[in-house]
Nanobody
Framework: EVQLQASGGGLVQPGGSLRLSCAAS????????IGWFRQAPGKEREAVAC????????YSAESVRGRFTISRDNAKRTVYLQMNDLKPEDAAVYYC????????????????????WGKGTQVTVSS
């Protein structure tokens, strides 16, 4: 079973930065592509970014492209989401989840439907 824990959220002013972390336990970490998703109150869940198990490929939503960067350190079993130039519309609960599908090392399909959700981390963007 893949267990992921998101952290690093908080309150930031518009234009500010945050780095989210997603720490894994219980699995061979590099066997799984990891995606970040977010959900704001009253809105549908949005797939934000994904990185392959090796870290060799990544994808990001158009809404965050150029501002958010996904990366991973397999030695530390952690995936990061560096968020720069944050906007009020980025405020949401952010979740990380593995690809448990047949092509689990890849972001295929993207977005994929995670089998389960762990605890998210709240990001608030406000002046």
């Amino acid at each position: 079973e893949v267990q992921l824990q998101a952290s690093g959220g908080g309150l930031v002013q518009p234009g500010g930065s945050l780095r989210l972390s997603c720490a894994a336990s219980g699995v061979t970490f590099e066997d799984y592509a990891i995606g970040w998703f977010r959900q704001a109150p009253g809105k549908e869940r949005e797939a934000v970014a994904c990185i392959s198990g090796s870290g060799g490929s990544s994808y990001s939503a158009e809404s965050v492209r150029g501002r958010f960067t996904i990366s991973r350190d397999n030695a530390k079993r952690t995936v990061y989401l560096q968020m720069n130039d944050l906007k009020p519309e980025d405020a949401a609960v952010y979740y990380c989840a593995p690809n448990m599908g047949r092509l689990n090392r890849l972001c295929v399909p993207w977005p994929y439907e995670p089998g389960s959700w762990g605890k998210g981390t709240q990001v608030t963007v406000s002046s």
